[in-house]
């Protein structure tokens, strides 16, 4: 047995009860043989793959905050801090009832080669906790975010571990944490990104995942022959990374017709109304059944349907693995040219390994969704600086990052024979960066 499959087993054994973790590791070290076996010993001899598939440390705690009518309730909160052999622990806060260890493992694993790939100083972490944002008074949501912070403040700092946000975790989630660790531990520095502009946050970081899914696409579109604009799109989710990546994809001149969120979908053949969008998710926090006020003749579903919409190109943006064999199969049948995932692992293994086969394009999320990472270093920065910079830069440096990024995955790709495997490519150059770092820091 080599030491790919040797440390696969062991996994597998100890980690049984992690699904997401296991897809997760399994999809990047299968990745890897190939590097691996280039020089199994040097990278056997100093445990890299162990290193990497092991946390730093696991932190897990009890959040009681006080509910509308007075009563404690009780949540788990965690902290996954996996690697810092590049830089500070770096990942976002999901809020989410469907959050556990496995979901969080899986996560800060992936963010390793997610913040490799954009090639800053960050290295990978996760956090977040089982409450659920939705349907809570701000009042609660602040009782709830003080009480997480209590416990997380004990485990971060601008230059240990730096969480940002996350589905369920926005701009007011951000701004009560960060406002309580400032109360708690007296320091005003860059410890949480997302922040409100008027208190360090960076222009371009709402934008920041969707903006930066489309350009990673555009750029695996050209260096493919093809042009966004005058594209079909189909897009899942509503938050942030779908709102944006609607903006910008038609700003280059692509149609976009379809978005989600937890209830049903919407498709409007006429291109999805992101004035509308934006009122909807953004200031009323409603469900999508209000679009059809908006637009009568759209159409909207109950339940899941998107990917049924015959597109050129599908942009999954609501949750991990959404994207199934099926909803793959309905793709291809439909002339569907590309997937790029802007969602963490929103794709099952034999989704995207069935579009890999049958000539889709497939861009994984570690790097097509890394704008939202990125550019919440590009405000570790500024903050370190004491400085803001307008939002033609911050959003030019975020372009630039994205079109490094895709094409350090089509030269890692093309380098071992795998060329067009961008998930391989992805997890390839994500690695190389990470492992010679782990070496050549020790045993540590």
């Known amino acids: 047995m080599n030491y790919v499959d040797r440390v696969l087993a062991d996994i597998d ?15 990047v070290l299968e990745s890897l043989r190939f590097v691996i076996d280039e020089d199994e010993k040097r990278y056997e001899s100093n445990a890299v793959l162990e290193t ?13 905050w006080i509910d509308r009518n007075g009563n404690t309730q009780i949540n788990r909160g965690y902290r996954i801090q996996f690697s810092n052999a ?16 496995s979901i969080i493992k899986f996560l800060g694993f992936e963010q390793i080669f997610k913040n490799s790939l954009t090639g800053l100083p960050i290295g990978g972490g996760k956090g977040g906790s089982d409450f659920d944002p939705k349907g809570k008074t701000d009042k609660e949501i602040m009782s709830f975010c003080q009480s997480f912070m209590t416990e997380l403040c004990k485990h971060i700092g601008a230059d240990t571990d730096v969480p940002a ?4 975790t926005g701009g007011r989630e ?9 109360r708690i531990r007296g320091l005003y520095g860059g410890v949480l990104t997302g922040k409100g502009l008027s208190f360090g946050g960076s222009l371009v970081r709402t934008e920041a995942t969707g903006y930066g899914l489309i350009y990673l696409t555009r750029e695996m579109l050209e260096a493919n022959g093809y042009d966004i604009a005058g594209k079909t799109v189909c897009i899942s989710g509503s938050g942030n990374v779908a709102i944006y990546a609607v903006e ?6 692509a149609k976009v017709v379809t978005v989600s969120d937890s209830t049903g979908w919407v498709y409007d053949p006429q291109g999805i109304d992101l004035a509308a969008l934006k009122e909807i998710k953004e200031e009323r926090r409603a469900r999508l059944t209000e679009y059809k006020k908006y637009h009568p003749e759209s159409e909207y579903h109950e ?3 998107v990917w049924t919409v015959k597109c ?8 991990q693995n959404e994207l199934t064999l099926e909803d793959a199969k309905i793709l291809v049948k439909n002339g569907c040219i590309a997937v790029a995932e802007g969602a963490n692992m929103p794709s099952t293994a034999d989704a995207y390994k069935f579009l890999q086969t049958n000539g889709v394009l497939f861009a994984p999320g570690k790097a097509a969704n890394a704008g939202g990472v990125a550019t919440s270093a590009l405000e570790m920065a500024q903050n370190s600086e004491r400085l803001a910079w307008p939002f033609e830069k911050v959003d030019e440096k975020l372009r630039e990052i994205m079109v490094n990024i895709f094409h350090k995955i089509d030269e890692a790709s093309k380098l071992y024979g795998l060329e067009k495997d961008y998930v391989a490519g992805a997890n390839i150059a994500g690695f190389l960066k990470v492992a010679d770092a782990v070496m050549a820091q020790g045993a540590v």
Not at 14 to 27: G, K, M
Not at 165 to 168: A, E, F, K, L, V
């Open 165 to 168: 946000g996350d589905i369920g």
């Open 248 to 253: 910008k994809a038609q700003q280059l001149g």
């Open 52 to 64: 990497i598939t092991e946390p730093d440390r696991q932190i897990i705690f009890r959040v009681p």
């Open 86 to 101: 590049i830089g500070p622990y770096k990942g976002g806060l999901r809020l989410h009832p469907s959050v556990n260890l």
């Open 303 to 305: 339940g899941k349907g």
């Open 13 to 27: 054994k100890r980690y049984s009860n992690q699904p997401e973790f296991l897809q997760a590791v399994h999809e």
């Open 312 to 319: 050129d190109i599908a942009l999954p943006c609501a949750t």
């Open 174 to 182: 951000i701004g009560y944490m960060f406002g309580h660790y400032k």
